[in-house]
């Protein structure tokens, strides 16, 4: 058995594994480093459930080798969480009740996390459009969407109170 | 789906790229962002020996004009040429093709060079290369060779690249002044491929169009080049009448049969209409200059 020597950030922790080039990247991170947050899906390039951001970008890690992204800088829904603070984005699922079965969620907020990165104030239509490619099996887009648009305002506004629904940015001008 | 064992180099020339596939032949598969050939793998229909990384190969990544060509590097991302200013101003058939291949989290690695290369029928950027009259690049042991879109697309999964061959990057011609280009896809869900495609690019002097390039998605064996409606076109005046006669002539082109996405007669139904929505925008386009 051939393996290679792949090093990844991951949430800010170095990591090196020596693994099989045919070691997808999704496996790397649940049964290598044993970060189970990042789930299997649909294992076909479908569902988005196993997103993670590669040096910032979302990327389906079933559909990359870990030997592809050997010195790369890896975000998954583990390193949402800072300090025991959830991430505006994790909030934003809590308060808007963003999830039901849960399966697709960390994807979900991979995506979300890259896209509010790029664009802090998206419309709904560029949120439906940035998750087209995570499927929610509970058909529960119309939350996921406010839960998005939830951490948006957050992050906007830079609070660390919840932020009602009713709050624009203007709300967090001084 | 575990793929295969296989081995895994990154070279980091394409001298060296050439090299390994010199010597490893057929068995070597060259790997770009990976978005078909990894799903591939994993479903083991494909299992090569080796793959050749082409990440690390300086300068494949480019997307630029120059020398009168927007220069498509093979490493070039889907979404790279979705959001370029260029692409979207003076290509925009193909920033359109490319913001409707697959799903934005696939379009962050999918690459243009791979999307030609794997030669899939129902790849969107074939027709519309077709449509824009693209020239491939190819580097192999004897150096470099550019050939036409139509002599590089083959067959159903089969180009005219030699298996020591990498593709390194596509040259689209800069269109002339009034010119304008569409892409019109019908496909049932995001992620899905096409039931049918249609890429187009025109040029139009007046009100007469003076040239014509069509290109048909997912309707036969490969990419189809609707020659008779782009000829019917060339030196009409543009009109209703002229544009639902090359939108026929081009569905009289297609080559559809029945599947799981609908049967054949509709197929070429489709082909019909989108291409005579994609002449519509691509004229509305070449009259304004711009793609929105």
Redesign the interface.
């Known amino acids: ?2 393996t ?1 020597s792949v090093t990844l950030t991951i949430n800010g922790q170095p990591f090196t594994a020596q693994v ?3 070691l ?1 990247l999704v496996h790397f991170l649940r049964e290598v480093a044993g970060l189970t947050g990042t789930h299997i899906g649909c ?4 569902c ?1 459930a196993c ?1 993670v951001l590669v040096n910032g ?4 890690s ?4 870990a ?2 992204v050997d010195g790369a800088e890896i975000r998954t829904v583990e390193g949402l969480e800072q300090n025991g603070e959830l991430h505006p984005v994790q909030e934003g699922f809590f308060q808007e009740h963003g999830l039901q079965c849960g399966f697709c969620t960390p994807g979900m907020m991979m ?1 979300a996390v890259a896209l509010l990165g790029q664009n802090p104030d998206p419309s709904e239509d560029e949120i439906r ?2 998750i ?3 499927l929610c099996r509970c058909t529960g887009y119309v939350n996921i969407v406010k839960s998005i648009q939830y951490a948006g305002r957050k992050m906007r506004t830079a609070q660390t109170q919840p932020v009602p629904a009713a709050a624009s940015a203007e709300g967090g001008q001084p | ?8 180099v990154v070279p980091r020339s394409l001298p060296e790229a050439i090299a390994v596939l010199q010597d490893r032949g057929p068995d070597a598969k060259v ?1 770009a962002g ?2 078909s050939l ?2 591939l ?3 083991r229909l494909a299992s090569p020996a080796i ?1 050749v ?1 082409l ?1 690390k190969i300086p300068g494949l990544s480019t997307l630029e004009e120059r020398d009168g060509a927007l220069v498509i590097g093979a490493m070039a991302r889907e979404s790279a040429a979705e959001s370029s200013p260029i692409v979207r101003q003076r290509y925009p058939g193909l920033a359109e093709a490319s913001s409707v291949i ?5 379009r ?2 999918a690459t243009l060079g791979g999307n030609l290369a794997h030669a899939d029928p129902a790849n969107d950027h074939p027709a519309m290369m077709l449509a824009m009259r693209a020239q491939v690049v190819a580097e192999g042991p004897n150096g470099r060779r550019q050939m036409s879109i139509d002599n590089f697309l083959v067959d159903t999964f089969e180009t005219a690249l030699a298996p020591d061959e990498v593709l390194v990057e596509i040259r689209v011609p800069r269109p002339h002044e009034r010119t304008g280009s569409a892409y019109a896809k019908l496909e049932r869900k ?2 899905d491929y096409a039931i049918a495609a249609v890429g187009v690019q025109i040029t139009l002097v007046g009100d007469t169009f003076t040239s014509a390039g069509i290109g048909l998605t997912n309707v036969g064996p490969k990419a189809i080049r609707a020659s008779a409606a782009e000829s019917y076109l060339v030196g009409k005046r543009m009109d209703d009448a002229v544009l639902r006669e090359a939108a026929r002539l081009a569905a009289e082109a297609a080559q559809p049969t029945s599947d799981l996405r609908g049967p054949a007669d509709y197929k070429r139904n489709v082909v019909r209409t989108l291409t005579g929505r994609a002449l519509r925008s691509a004229v509305e386009r070449a009259q304004t200059g711009a793609m929105q």
């Open positions: 058995m051939i290679q099989e080039p045919r997808l294992d076909t390039t479908s988005g997103t970008v979302p990327a389906k079933c559909t990359m080798f030997v592809q995506t459009r940035a087209s490619g995570n | 789906m575990i793929p295969p064992p296989f081995e895994y790997l990976g978005q990894i799903p793998m994993k479903l793959l990384d990440q697959a799903d934005p989290l696939v962050n690695f995001v992620g």
